[in-house]
């Protein structure tokens, strides 16, 4: 069994910033790829970064050049940067990650989301 538990989320004023964490913990031989999603009331589960195991990195538009993941593979922690936040930004966030199971089976799971709140 594995686990994600994401912190880090809050209430902030618009400009400002705030970093989200996310742990994989359990069962795990290697995780592959890490990211974060979104999702605002009323609305669908949004992709805004993922990372793979060697780094490469992908952005929704909307948050490219104020939003920065990144990883620790030692730790099996994503991380998600994010600065000049922006009231369309409040929503729930949603760490996943995918990989292979101490059993060698493949791994596909989500945490439990935390709320960023950006308030005008």
């Known amino acids: 069994q594995v686990q994600l538990v994401e912190s880090g989320g809050g209430l902030v004023q618009a400009g400002g910033s705030l970093r989200l964490s996310c742990v994989a913990s359990?069962?795990?031989?290697?995780?592959?790829?890490m990211g974060w999603y979104r999702q605002a009331p009323g609305k669908q589960r949004d992709l805004v970064a993922r990372i793979t195991r060697g780094g490469s990195t992908s952005y929704a538009d909307s948050v490219k050049g104020r939003f920065t993941i990144s990883r620790d593979n030692a730790k099996n922690t994503v991380y998600l940067q994010m600065n000049s936040l922006k009231p369309e930004d409040t929503a729930v966030y949603y760490c996943?990650?995918?990989?292979?199971?101490?059993?060698?089976?493949?791994?596909?799971?989500w945490g439990q989301g935390t709320l960023v709140t950006v308030s005008s």
């Open positions: 359990g069962s795990i031989f290697s995780i592959g790829t």
């Open positions: 996943y990650a995918n990989g292979v199971t101490e059993g060698l089976r493949y791994l596909e799971d």
